[in-house]
Nanobody
């Protein structure tokens, strides 16, 4: 079974920085795209940033210029460097592994982590 585990969430003051990490494990052959999504209380889950296996990136307009997504394909790991954080960035951040192929299945499945809390104080 594939596991996706996030880390790095914390409480930080506005203007500060955090780096989130996410590692996928479990007999993985390949992962198409990896990404970060977030969900604030009472809100829908929204895309933050994604990165393809070829390292093409996509960002939400609200984080462009402040957040940077990167990926280590050999480690099945994705990172999110978050700079100049704002109170509106406060949310639970979820990692997604898209179209994962494993040694024990011919399917391409998506997996989500449990989330990591980011709180930005004003």
């Amino acid at each position: 079974q594939v596991q996706v585990v996030e880390s790095g969430g914390d409480l930080v003051q506005a203007g500060g920085s955090l780096r989130l990490s996410c590692a996928a494990s479990g007999a993985i052959i390949s992962i198409n795209a990896m990404g970060w999504y977030r969900q604030a209380p009472g809100e829908q889950r929204e895309l933050v940033a994604t990165i393809s296996s070829g390292r093409n990136t996509n960002y939400a307009d609200s984080v462009k210029g402040r957040f940077t997504i990167s990926r280590d394909n050999a480690k099945n790991t994705v990172y999110l460097q978050m700079n100049n954080l704002k109170p509106e960035d406060t949310a639970v951040y979820y990692c997604n592994a898209n179209r994962v192929r494993t040694y024990y299945s011919s399917n391409y499945d998506d997996y989500w982590g449990q989330g990591t809390q980011v709180t930005v104080s004003s």
